[in-house]
């Protein structure tokens, strides 16, 4: 069965760049049936999808993200990474990473996240 | 894109059936299949209880269960238990490959 675990800053400071990296166990992450995204969720609220890669490398982004987003695969690793952008303090979320399978829009694995404030 | 509305809150009473809605637009849940729900406990990561409106993924408790009516998606959950007491929330595909979810629900057994 396949295992995500988070790793990154727990602290970036306004105006920075947060790079987070999801690291895969249990299986390949480029012949698995899934696509790995990355989900976030700010204090005492709900879920927010910020964007997924598919096996061939591409990626797909929230319109709301898109510009501030990049998420790359490290197929022999065995890892993908979350970059975000140009930080405020609205970025403080708990950010996990996911794999869906491809076809079902729906995140069947996750890992146990990993809390970033943004904050100087 | 705006959220998925849910209800804020529902609460039933132990062994009876509740249901939590999901409301979209015909540019999500009306127009794909692909509805998806998560319960998700305090301080623990989502569980997918319910995908492509009505597939129980394995090990779910056939409790659950999904259905969709227009723009509409729900989550029944039938012989409530204490341990369901917590946070569900709503995802939907809405095409160019984006999926938004539902603002949660926060379920209270009685």
């Known amino acids: 069965q396949m295992q995500l675990q988070e790793s990154g800053p727990g602290l970036v400071k306004p105006s920075e760049t947060l790079s987070l990296t999801c690291t895969v166990s249990g299986g390949s992450i480029s012949s698995s049936p899934y696509y790995w995204g990355w989900i976030r969720q700010p204090p005492g609220k709900g879920l927010e999808y910020i964007g997924y890669i598919r096996h061939s490398g591409s990626t797909f982004y929230s319109p709301s993200l898109k510009s501030r987003v990049t998420i790359s695969a490290y197929t022999s690793r065995s890892q993908f990474s979350l970059n975000l952008r140009s930080l405020t303090p609205a970025d403080t979320a708990m950010y996990y990473c996911g794999g869906a399978l491809d076809g079902t829009a729906a995140f069947q694995i996750w890992g146990q996240g990993t809390m970033v404030s943004v904050s100087s | 894109q705006s959220a998925l509305t849910q209800p804020a809150s529902v609460s039933g009473s132990l062994g009876q059936s509740i249901t939590i809605s999901c409301t979209g637009t015909?540019?999500?849940?009306?127009?794909?299949?692909?509805v998806s729900w998560y319960q998700q406990h305090p301080g623990k990561a989502p569980k997918l209880m319910i995908y492509?409106?009505?597939k129980r993924p394995s090990g779910v408790s056939n409790r659950f269960s999904g259905s969709k009516s227009g723009n509409t998606a729900s989550l029944t959950i039938s012989g409530l238990q204490a341990e369901d007491e917590t946070d569900y929330y709503c995802c939907s595909f809405v095409g160019d490959n984006t999926v938004i979810f539902g603002g949660g629900t926060k379920l209270t057994v009685l």
């Open positions: 015909t540019s999500d849940v009306g127009t794909y299949n692909l």
């Open positions: 492509e409106v009505t």
